[in-house]
DNA sequence: ATACATACGGAACCTTGTTCCGTTTCGCAA
DNA sequence: TTGCGAAACGGAACAAGGTTCCGTATGTAT
């Protein structure tokens, strides 16, 4: 792949997830070619259709969100990269409201998605948890996918984008898995 | 209201139903108008807004729906006459599949039909249950906007357009309200 | 250095919602 | 019955956004 395409193809990607963010998914396309100088011929050689590049930038998403798992996991305590990684899924399923309606739309280019949001995130939450169980510092038995969905369903309420609410209930839910912790002797 | 003016608007809706249930409800305003036989112009005038069509579709047939129970009541035996009322349900949920999209579409339009469905279907159903239940056909004590859920929930596997298997269920519930009567001495 | 495949840009096209306005029709009153 | 004004009609024209096309520019391999 020539170098120009590659970098093309980043920028229409940077520039998506900022105008998807600010306008929603139906955000123009000329719009997003303009952001990322680019002419709308460009976004059409390598997303052949709109949906394309929507769901291109939600498998770019989640895969930040994925790797931050790694990232804290290497960086802080256990339960600290546990807590941590929770706050930036909040941060993300919250920036995802108009990609969440995108998805209930019945357009079936939306349908590997869910499974890849699944595939990504779930196995990089269990490895937090794995750790932070080893470590002692929170109960065992808890399931990665189980946590997942709660806390997704913790942000719907904020219709806004405050995730405040979803933030001090997430709290609650690292306290609860804290509550029942072998602590290692 | 001039005569031609409410003959359009009858063969609007009429079409409008039609166009939707076969295209869906993202279907072009000017297939409908040359369904009903009038023009672009005329739609708009009634219908400002392209959503206004789809909303007064809806509750046409919402009504159509809570009316039907009366009919019922009146010429069927009580128990009777709750079953059919729960068919008939059925095969309006199963038909409103797109429109379901549509009211999670976002669209502040769609904000009130919710409330609307509730307040017409739940008395027809809660007017056919307490016939049934002073009838001794089936028992006392379930909600009838309980009951309205639960079928459209059991309505929704089926993606396809076959209500069979919701039909079935649906039985079987009603077989359980039956369960508990008390039978008139 | 050259050639050519690849990629680029953006004008043009198509579909679809919406507006506008000249024309037609209805319903009432003389 | 006829005439008139308001209401309604039809559809061309406009706007906006997705998608296609193709002449031009650019990277890369020889």
Redesign the pocket.
């Known amino acids: 792949?020539?170098?120009?395409?590659q970098?093309?193809i980043n920028s229409l990607l940077l520039a998506a997830a900022s105008v998807f963010a600010k306008a929603g998914v139906?955000?123009?396309?000329?719009d997003i070619a303009q952001k990322a100088?680019?002419?709308?011929?460009?976004?059409?050689?390598?997303f052949?259709?709109?949906t394309d590049l929507i769901v291109a930038v939600f498998r770019r998403e989640v895969d930040a969100c994925a790797d931050a798992a790694s990232e804290l996991a290497a960086t802080c305590l256990p339960c600290d990269a546990l807590s941590r990684w929770l706050m930036r899924y909040v941060d993300f399923i919250a920036a995802k409201r108009g990609l969440a309606s995108a998805l209930h739309s019945g357009d079936p280019a939306f349908d590997p998605l869910p499974a890849y949001f699944q595939a990504r995130l779930e196995p990089a939450l269990r490895a937090l948890l794995a750790t932070a169980v080893t470590a002692g510092a929170v109960r065992d038995g808890v399931d990665a996918f189980d946590l997942l969905q709660a806390v997704a369903s913790l942000c719907t309420p904020a219709r806004d984008g405050s995730t405040d609410h979803a933030r001090r209930m997430v709290d609650l839910l690292v306290d609860g898995l804290r509550y029942g912790a072998k602590p290692k002797v």
Request: proline residues 8%; aromatic residues 4%; without cysteine.
């Open positions: 792949m020539r170098a120009d395409a970098r093309n139906d955000a123009p396309i000329r100088g680019v002419g709308v011929g460009t976004v059409y050689r390598h052949p259709q709109r």
